[in-house]
């Protein structure tokens, strides 16, 4: 026995068959989107490496003044860059400043590391910076250069701005300025100012003058 559907239930769902198939694809869709928003999601930018992303041979890295004067300079028969640090790492490295009145002050170790622009030296491993005397003054004759003899600074770690002509360290070192010897368990000096600090277990050996 056949059941027949009525004309007008025909032609009412004739009518919206179109509708819910619509709003069915609709469902569909959203349900799709819902179900998947990790794979459209953009994925987040990947940290910098601490790879080195290049390489240096026999390099330099010179800093000027706004007249176009040379203020510092890095020297290093290698060196390496790390993204992730901006730093620069270098083997052997060579380094000089100079200061308002044309003073020279050098430093050297095993290695370094650097800024970008070499106003921030970190010197490890047999580390000695010397402040020299001044132009004026080694021109001027013995007299005058005994009254301003080189500065020196040695120890496994120093730490040096040039921009701000200060070296600092917390780890043991040794002021030789002339004949006198301090050392000491910490340090921070300030060209600017021309006062070391010494702290901890700080000895000092100063020779009579004549």
Request: hydrophobic fraction near 35%; proline fraction near 9%; aromatic fraction near 10%.
């Amino acid at each position: 026995m056949k059941h027949h559907i009525p004309r007008k239930w025909r032609d009412h769902i004739s009518a919206w068959l179109p509708a819910l198939c619509m709003a069915f694809f609709a469902l569909a869709t959203l349900w799709l989107v819902r179900s998947a928003p990790t794979l459209l999601a953009p994925l987040p930018p990947a940290p910098p490496s601490h790879d080195p992303d290049y390489f240096m041979h026999q390099f330099a890295v010179r800093q000027f003044d706004a007249q176009g004067h040379m203020t510092s300079e890095l020297l290093g028969a290698q060196g390496q860059h790390y993204p992730d640090t901006d730093k620069l790492a270098v083997q052997t490295p060579h380094w000089r400043a100079y200061d308002k009145n044309g003073r020279l002050i050098t430093g050297q170790s095993d290695h370094a590391t650097s800024n970008r622009d070499g106003s921030e030296v970190e010197l490890f491993g047999d580390a000695q910076v010397v402040r020299q005397p001044l132009p004026s003054a080694s021109q001027a004759g013995d007299a005058a250069s005994k009254d301003d003899p080189p500065l020196t600074f040695s120890g496994p770690y120093l730490h040096a701005w040039t921009n701000e002509h200060r070296v600092s360290s917390d780890q043991p070192v040794q002021l030789t300025r002339g004949a006198d010897v301090f050392t000491g368990d910490r340090f921070d000096y300030n060209d600017h100012t021309g006062i070391a600090n010494l702290q901890g277990h700080v000895q000092g050996v100063l020779q009579p003058r004549r």
